[in-house]
């Protein structure tokens, strides 16, 4: 919602036109003469100005000069009982935006306020976001077909349907690094009513925690030494649609708590402000921390926890996704083959075999930075071993599928699943052996992490390894 300066010296129509406005949810500051329109002006920072062309102390030409001296962005709406194209002129000249004749019709004095409003807002949003083609935010961009991914774009259909009071309740989004949180979140956006409001995502770890007041609630002009002129912050920006906050573990507790009072009140304040607006967003957030231990750490408010954790949704690991790994592979090849102009590339034998062994730590981020640096690399039409790059463990897999029988199977190996899965658990044996149980030891002879080799000695049943 919207704050309106009236600036009129006939007190009838001041108050009717402030009535009608508040009416439909809006802020409105009323004042007589153009001395108390400026003084009203600089306490409030109206979104826009309706401005009587004669006043009793300076005619409205001067007080548009003085507050485009102050602010040279804020719509001013001219109204007068003496229209004429000579005076229509002198005030887009002096930096009207637009000018009703006497009487005005309420209705439309709130139809033109509104429109300049928005269209200063949009034109403020264009600092924030790059428009995104609406088709990629919905459930189609999440790729898998997996169980725990078809229970996840279930889980994300129902969230997006869930409105309270109109609007959809906070939504938690936790996951490991690199998952697709923040597909999941426009997922979100763009299966819910709000599919046609703003989308304004914002990254709280990479922005300094003093500069982020200013990016989330906007300032106005003079606030500090930089605000040269005002702005509008992110969630003023995201006003009927939805505010996505990624990494919101990273948040300094100080801003924690302005957050929940949005949250809670639908209220916010520009840094440098005495005047609060009403803002209607829905807020979904994103971390791959345990918020339950930052909280016991006194690292995050357990009251902003609770209120953004309304909704839950948690982002299985890659790992979690039997059989997605390769269908995403090929699902980024394509992407780059098109992207780079290397059509037709591909695959060698064996490949995808390799993609499903590896355990991924880095997620989905790892498997598409592989494939993009595999796509950019590729000598031919095809990707082979060294192009894909995969740590040792998964290269050797690669080969033994694609080129070579099984090596000899322990007895307690024969049965234990595919060739792919008994390879590696045989290979999982070994190295183990060699190293004498030692999992650190044989994780670097393997060339992987030693938590991406426990995940597999617990998916192969194997236990009994000495961590050091």
């Not at 329109?37 to 004669?54: H, I, K, M, Q, W």
């Not at 916010?268 to 016991?296: M, P, Y």
């Not at 590896?358 to 950019?376: D, F, S």
Request: glycine content about 8%; some cysteine; overall charge negative.
């Amino acid at each position: 919602m919207a704050t309106f300066l009236i600036v009129d010296d006939e007190e009838t129509f001041s108050k009717n036109a402030a009535r009608f406005l508040e009416k439909g949810g809006h802020t409105v500051r009323t004042a007589a003469t153009g001395g108390a329109g400026l003084s009203a002006f600089a306490e409030c920072s109206p979104d826009a100005v309706v401005l009587d062309y004669r006043l009793p102390d300076i005619d409205g030409i001067a007080v548009i000069a003085r507050i485009r001296a102050q602010d040279a962005t804020v719509p001013i709406l001219m109204i007068t009982g003496h229209g004429s194209i000579e005076l229509a002129v002198e005030a887009m000249k002096a930096g009207a935006n637009d000018l009703l004749t006497k009487p005005v019709a309420l209705a439309d004095l709130r139809q033109r306020l509104v429109q300049l409003a928005q269209r200063q807002l949009d034109a403020s949003r264009l600092q924030y976001y790059e428009a995104r083609d609406r088709t990629a935010g919905g459930l189609d961009a999440i790729v898998g077909e997996s169980a725990v991914m078809r229970d996840l774009r279930d889980r994300i259909g129902r969230v997006a349907d869930v409105v309270v009071d109109g609007a959809i309740p906070p939504v938690l989004i936790i996951g490991e690094t690199g998952t697709g949180k923040e597909l999941v979140a426009r997922a979100c956006h763009f299966g819910s009513a709000r599919r046609d409001k703003p989308f304004i995502e914002l990254n709280c770890a990479a922005i300094p925690a003093n500069l982020l007041e200013s990016e989330l609630f906007g300032h106005e002009r003079g606030a500090f030494t930089d605000a040269k002129e005002r702005k509008h912050g992110l969630i003023e920006a995201a006003d009927g649609g939805t505010l996505f906050l990624d990494e919101i573990g990273e948040m300094d507790i100080g801003m924690q708590a302005k957050l929940l009072k949005v949250i809670e009140d639908g209220k916010l304040r520009r840094v440098g402000s005495v005047q609060e607006r009403k803002v209607d967003v829905c807020v979904l957030a994103a971390t791959n921390q345990d918020l339950e231990e930052r909280i016991r750490l006194g690292a995050f408010r357990a009251d902003l926890y609770f209120r953004l954790a309304v909704l839950k949704v948690r982002v299985p690991a890659l790992r979690e996704r039997a059989g997605d790994a390769p269908l995403l592979a090929r699902h980024f090849l394509v992407e780059f083959a098109r992207r780079y102009r290397k059509p037709g590339i591909r695959f060698a034998p064996g490949v995808e075999a390799a993609i499903e062994a590896h355990a991924w730590p880095g997620n989905v981020r790892e498997l598409r930075n592989v494939v993009e640096q595999a796509v950019l690399l590729a000598g031919g039409e095809t990707i082979d071993a060294g192009e894909l790059m995969l740590p040792q463990a998964s290269a050797a897999v690669m080969a033994s599928a694609a080129n070579r029988p099984p090596p000899p199977l322990s007895a307690d190996a024969a049965d234990s699943g595919s060739t792919l899965e008994r390879v590696e658990r045989e290979m999982l044996l070994q190295a183990l052996t060699e190293a004498g149980g030692n999992v650190s030891k044989a994780a670097r002879e393997l060339g992987v992490s030693r938590d991406t080799l426990r995940y597999r000695m617990e998916k192969h049943g194997l236990a009994g390894g000495r961590v050091v």
